[in-house]
């Protein structure tokens, strides 16, 4: 099983629709999760933190369940800018590394 | 605030030969990490540096790759020799103390032909 397992891609959704993609970890000392956003050809850029009582930047919803050890990024009104690769990161137990998952490719079309 | 500097940004090599990238991170990040990103994968560890000292090089083909970060600045990756599965996008990263998720620079694009 691999550490850092998302939801297979891609997912194709017309603008203004909510999309949610899932991860999960198998590491249950993780401590710290990331979503990162990767447009093609480029470097992954940190999209945002995700907080044991979940937080939200904007149109943007992350989500924790350590329980179940998953997390979760939550698009609403999606835009066209908003197609990229989006990548999940979970920082283990020891010294800092981020292990990361395979990527969803979300596309949002007209 | 200058990002993480990478160079060079393409390299297309024969296999079997030698290769190296260098890397310029955030300055006063301490933690600098070399990552592999194959196409459709997500980015994997190579190695992490902690100042001048390794920190995790467990997944770091060694009879191939080396890496070193001398006077804890700048670091150079190496491949010799290379194969058709290295292949990849070799990405940089620096963190001031590894607790946030770190910054990546634009990348080396390697081709092995």
């Known amino acids: 099983r691999k550490e850092v397992e998302q939801d297979p891609g891609p997912f194709n959704v017309p603008e203004g629709a909510t999309v949610a993609f899932n991860c999960t970890y198998s590491n249950s000392a993780s401590q710290s999760f990331f979503w990162y956003r990767q447009d093609c050809r480029k470097e992954p850029k940190l999209l945002m933190s995700v907080y044991s009582s979940g937080n939200e930047d904007g149109r943007f919803t992350a989500q924790l369940n350590r329980a179940s050890q998953y997390i979760s990024l939550l698009i609403r009104d999606s835009k066209l800018s908003d197609s990229a690769t989006y990548l999940c990161?979970?920082?283990?137990?020891?010294?800092?590394?981020?292990?990361f998952g395979q990527g969803t490719e979300l596309s949002v079309k007209p | 605030e200058a990002g993480v500097a990478q160079s060079p940004r393409y390299k297309i090599i024969e296999k079997r030969q030698s290769v190296a990238f260098w890397c310029n991170p955030i300055?006063?990040?301490?933690?600098l990490y070399w990552y592999q990103q194959i196409l459709g994968q997500g980015p994997k560890l190579l190695i992490q540096?902690?100042?001048?000292?390794?920190?995790?090089d467990s997944q770091l083909p060694k009879d191939r790759f080396s890496a070193e970060r001398l006077k804890g600045v700048d670091s150079t990756l190496k491949i010799q020799p290379a194969k058709l599965e290295d292949s990849a996008v070799y990405l940089c990263a620096s963190s001031l103390d590894g607790t946030y998720g770190y910054t990546f620079g634009s990348g080396t694009r390697l081709t092995v032909v």
């Open positions: 540096f902690q100042n001048n000292g390794v920190v995790d």
């Open positions: 300055s006063g990040h301490a933690t």
């Open positions: 990161a979970v920082r283990s137990n020891q010294g800092g590394k981020l292990i």
